[in-house]
């Protein structure tokens, strides 16, 4: 690879990185004439473009005769007319290519033990899995509920249940019980698939005990069926008429099993993510619009190949499991590594290791777990990545939050040996796949920047009118056009659908992101400049600051008032910083510390532990204007412990700026 210094144009005089002539090479798109082709092509003829590239790279039972149906906006529709399976395109149409005994999964275990499934395996596996579902009378369009850790099993239960129609939605292994029962709750699932526990960093931790504990909180009559993987094999509670062992399900069950022809529009699955306002919201996804673009971004931006070796390293409980594990990979008949681990355990050289072991070649990960990594490689040379050979390796790739420049060129230069090109891959829940991001053979790098849309899709920057903004000045981010794996709906709320993402601002006419973006003034390149709701993301997982105050104020006999707002943080992007009133007087010391830890085992109990507090600041009050709203910009100042110089002269108590300025 080759490194040039860029001109004046770039916003902060970074470097600009080049794919190397040997990357360049193989690539499929090999440079920017390429890339500006496919970008004419889809300006051209914008439903030609799609309409081909769903032949070339989706299977159909039943062939589609029109590709975009714009009859019902903001409710698009895809290819409406057409018939497909998932599971029939990531795994029977392989086998049937001959790749049956190809491996499509390597699966290492927290402890280290390797287990490799071949396409043939997997297919039998999910068949099984998918006619076990059938008995117990699932059926297309039924909701199915997955709590379970990273696995070949959460691989295979989420392809079993495309392969019948179910609509699957995956609760994130690390959800409490309550966060669990609202979303049960809210999709109507007919069944939930769990293990006994999962494993992580060496320990043991519950999934099936939640499960009982969030049906218990109530709301779920409409669970019929809870089904049990064996991870540990340790002693678990199981109800009679209700919870089946996965291994007694797939008992005598055929390894064959017609897939469920859906047509293309038909919910694939539905995946919480928090929004600005309220509870989390079930984004809904198609079968073939979404489909088409996991395999597209997977072949385009991970540039996969045959041999390739794919490593994302994201959960299935997120959308980057479900794209670039579940969905993506296996759709283009590729090799990938599914980890059922943290990269901190036995050590933080677990990472370097695994890529070593399997010869990863495609790496995807997050900005945080970088971070994180580096700190630890920079303390103690064992876990530093020059101890381990990651000669394999040829493209890598960063997702979830703003990668910054310095992490950016230690993962280049220290994992990619100054090789490989880095994608930092910018996309969303809703979005499906990736949105904006370099194409590694062809677009020049700099770090900081997603650089420039897909081929195809048709990213912008406006004001709050819903004009463009001239490069080189901030706005806020849209999307002009609707594209084949955009968000289809809220699940069973079509007006916050409307609401959140085709807001009147715009006329309804174009999707907005929720993030706010800068075009550099010659290059054109974007750079995400951050969330402009309140949504935080802390380690690349999505918040809404109000779930987490109604978490503290459900803390009923000791919280009076709670504001929350992010910070920014070294390691994991943004962090949680909770302002609270009590309902007895204020504590100091020892004491405060103690009711902090309270505080935050209640969030954890109400939401996971994901969304607990960094720091809690305590107040007899919170900073308001004179008709009462919560000071929140000055609240952030505090919470960055900046000086203030907001205007506090409305402040009814000015004292208590002073009791706010300590963090437990
Ligand atoms: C942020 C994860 C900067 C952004 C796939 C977005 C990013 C939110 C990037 C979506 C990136 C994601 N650069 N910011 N490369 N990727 N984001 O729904 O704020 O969990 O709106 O999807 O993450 O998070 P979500």
Same mark, same amino acid.
């Given at each position: 690879?080759?490194?040039?210094?860029?001109?004046?144009?770039?916003?902060?005089q970074?470097?600009?990185?080049?794919?190397?002539?040997?990357?360049?090479?193989?690539?499929?798109?090999p440079? &920017?004439?390429?890339?500006?082709?496919?970008?004419?092509?889809?300006?051209?003829?914008?439903?030609?473009?799609?309409?081909?590239?769903?032949?070339?790279l989706?299977? @159909?039972?039943v062939?589609?005769?029109?590709?975009?149906?714009?009859?019902?906006?903001?409710?698009?529709? @895809?290819?409406?007319?057409?018939?497909?399976?998932?599971?029939?395109?990531?795994?029977?149409?392989?086998?049937?290519?001959?790749?049956?005994?190809?491996?499509?999964?390597?699966?290492?275990?927290?402890?280290?033990?390797?287990?490799?499934?071949?396409?043939?395996?997997l297919?039998?596996?999910?068949?099984?899995?998918?006619?076990?579902?059938?008995?117990?009378g699932?059926?297309?369009?039924?909701?199915?509920?997955?709590?379970?850790?990273?696995?070949?099993?959460?691989?295979?239960?989420?392809?079993?249940?495309?392969?019948?129609?179910?609509?699957?939605?995956?609760?994130?292994?690390?959800?409490?019980?309550?966060?669990?029962?609202?979303?049960?709750?809210d999709?109507?699932?007919?069944?939930?698939?769990?293990?006994?526990?999962?494993?992580r960093g060496?320990?043991?931790?519950?999934?099936?005990?939640?499960?009982?504990?969030?049906?218990?909180?109530?709301?779920?009559?409409?669970?019929?069926?809870?089904?049990?993987?064996?991870?540990?094999?340790?002693?678990?509670?199981?109800?009679?008429?209700?919870?089946?062992w996965?291994?007694?399900?797939?008992?005598?069950?055929?390894?064959?099993?017609?897939?469920? @022809?859906?047509?293309?529009e038909?919910?694939l699955?539905?995946?919480?993510?928090?929004?600005?306002?309220?509870?989390?919201?079930?984004?809904?996804?198609?079968?073939?619009?979404?489909?088409?673009?996991?395999?597209?971004?997977t072949?385009?931006?991970?540039?996969?190949?045959? /041999?390739?070796?794919?490593?994302?390293?994201?959960?299935?409980? @997120?959308?980057?499991?479900?794209?670039?594990?579940?969905?993506?990979?296996?759709?283009?008949?590729?090799?990938e590594i599914?980890?059922?681990?943290?990269?901190?355990?036995?050590?933080?050289?677990?990472?370097?290791?695994?890529?070593?072991?399997?010869?990863?070649?495609?790496?995807y990960?997050?900005?945080?777990a970088?971070?994180?990594?580096?700190?630890?490689?920079?303390?103690?040379?064992?876990?530093?990545?020059?101890?381990?050979d990651?000669?394999?390796?040829?493209?890598?790739?960063?997702?979830?939050?703003?990668?910054n420049?310095?992490?950016?060129?230690?993962?280049?230069?220290?994992?990619?040996?100054?090789?490989?090109?880095?994608?930092?891959?910018?996309?969303?829940?809703?979005?499906g796949?990736?949105?904006?991001?370099?194409?590694?053979?062809?677009?020049?790098?700099?770090?900081?920047?997603?650089?420039?849309?897909?081929?195809?899709?048709?990213a912008?920057?406006?004001?709050?009118?819903?004009k463009?903004?001239?490069?080189?000045?901030?706005?806020?981010?849209?999307?002009?056009?609707?594209?084949?794996?955009?968000?289809?709906?809220?699940?069973? /709320?079509?007006?916050?659908?409307?609401?959140?993402?085709?807001?009147?601002?715009?006329?309804?006419?174009?999707?907005?992101?929720?993030? $706010?973006?800068?075009r550099?003034?010659?290059?054109?390149?974007?750079?995400?400049?951050?969330?402009?709701?309140?949504?935080?993301?802390?380690?690349?997982?999505?918040?809404?600051? &109000?779930?987490?105050?109604?978490a503290?104020?459900?803390?009923?006999?000791?919280?009076?008032?709670a504001?929350?707002?992010?910070?920014?943080?070294?390691?994991?992007?943004?962090?949680?910083?909770?302002?609270?009133?009590?309902?007895?007087?204020l504590?100091?010391?020892?004491?405060?510390?103690?009711?902090?830890?309270?505080?935050?085992?209640?969030?954890?109990?109400?939401?996971g532990?994901?969304?607990?507090?960094?720091d809690?600041?305590?107040?007899?009050?919170?900073?308001?204007?004179?008709?009462?709203?919560?000071?929140?910009?000055?609240?952030?100042?505090?919470?960055?412990?900046?000086?203030?110089?907001?205007?506090?002269?409305?402040?009814?108590?000015?004292?208590?700026?002073?009791?706010? $300025?300590?963090?437990?």
């Open positions: 690879m080759t490194a040039t210094t860029a001109g004046e144009s770039t916003p902060t970074l470097t600009t990185y080049l794919p190397s002539a040997e990357f360049v090479k193989n690539a499929a798109i440079s &920017m004439d390429a890339y500006n082709a496919l970008v004419k092509e889809a300006e051209t003829d914008y439903e030609g473009y799609w309409g081909r590239l769903a032949k070339e989706l299977s @159909w039972k062939p589609f005769t029109q590709v975009l149906d714009e009859s019902d906006a903001p409710f698009f529709k @895809w290819f409406a007319d057409g018939k497909l399976n998932a599971s029939y395109n990531c795994l029977d149409r392989n086998v049937e290519k001959g790749l049956g005994d190809k491996t499509a999964i390597i699966f290492e275990a927290d402890g280290g033990e390797v287990t490799k499934i071949t396409y043939k395996a297919l039998d596996k999910v068949c099984r899995i998918a006619n076990g579902l059938r008995a117990m699932v059926k297309k369009g039924d909701r199915v509920v997955i709590y379970i850790s990273m696995s070949i099993d959460g691989v295979a239960a989420m392809q079993a249940c495309a392969r019948i129609g179910a609509t699957h939605s995956v609760v994130f292994g690390g959800f409490s019980a309550q966060s669990l029962r609202d979303r049960v709750e999709t109507g699932a007919v069944a939930i698939i769990t293990a006994d526990h999962q494993v060496g320990k043991l931790l519950p999934l099936k005990s939640i499960v009982d504990e969030a049906l218990i909180l109530g709301g779920c009559d409409s669970i019929k069926n809870v089904l049990v993987v064996k991870r540990s094999g340790s002693e678990i509670a199981m109800t009679a008429g209700r919870d089946t996965m291994d007694d399900v797939v008992k005598g069950q055929s390894t064959t099993c017609e897939p469920e @022809w859906v047509e293309a038909h919910p699955f539905l995946l919480y993510t928090s929004g600005s306002t309220g509870k989390p919201k079930g984004v809904q996804h198609s079968t073939g619009g979404y489909l088409l673009h996991a395999a597209l971004t072949k385009w931006t991970f540039d996969l190949k045959a /041999d390739d070796v794919f490593w994302c390293t994201a959960d299935i409980g @997120w959308v980057t499991g479900h794209t670039y594990i579940t969905y993506g990979p296996l759709a283009l008949g590729g090799t599914v980890f059922e681990g943290v990269p901190t355990y036995p050590d933080a050289g677990r990472f370097w290791k695994m890529i070593q072991d399997h010869k990863c070649t495609v790496f990960t997050a900005p945080t970088i971070r994180s990594l580096i700190k630890a490689a920079e303390a103690k040379d064992s876990v530093h990545p020059k101890s381990y990651l000669s394999s390796l040829r493209l890598l790739g960063s997702v979830g939050e703003p990668i420049p310095a992490a950016w060129e230690w993962y280049y230069k220290h994992v990619g040996g100054s090789k490989c090109p880095i994608v930092d891959t910018f996309w969303q829940t809703e979005t796949g990736h949105m904006i991001t370099p194409m590694p053979g062809a677009t020049p790098m700099i770090p900081g920047s997603c650089t420039l849309p897909f081929p195809g899709i048709q912008a920057i406006v004001d709050e009118t819903g463009d903004v001239p490069n080189g000045q901030g706005g806020i981010l849209v999307v002009k056009k609707p594209w084949p794996s955009m968000i289809r709906n809220i699940w069973g /709320d079509p007006e916050r659908f409307k609401k959140s993402y085709y807001p009147d601002d715009f006329k309804g006419k174009y999707y907005l992101a929720g993030d $706010g973006a800068i550099d003034e010659k290059t054109g390149y974007f750079t995400i400049t951050g969330r402009i709701d309140d949504v935080l993301n802390v380690s690349g997982h999505r918040m809404g600051t &109000m779930e987490i105050e109604s503290l104020v459900s803390c009923t006999d000791l919280v009076a008032e504001a929350v707002v992010g910070r920014p943080d070294d390691t994991t992007g943004e962090a949680v910083c909770a302002f609270v009133v009590l309902k007895r007087s504590p100091m010391g020892d004491e405060a510390k103690a009711i902090a830890k309270q505080l935050r085992d209640h969030v954890g109990k109400e939401i532990p994901i969304a607990k507090p960094k809690i600041r305590f107040g007899e009050n919170l900073p308001k204007t004179r008709s009462g709203k919560i000071m929140r910009r000055l609240l952030r100042s505090i919470a960055k412990g900046e000086a203030i110089t907001q205007d506090t002269s409305t402040l009814e108590n000015p004292a208590i700026l002073d009791q706010l $300025g300590q963090a437990y």
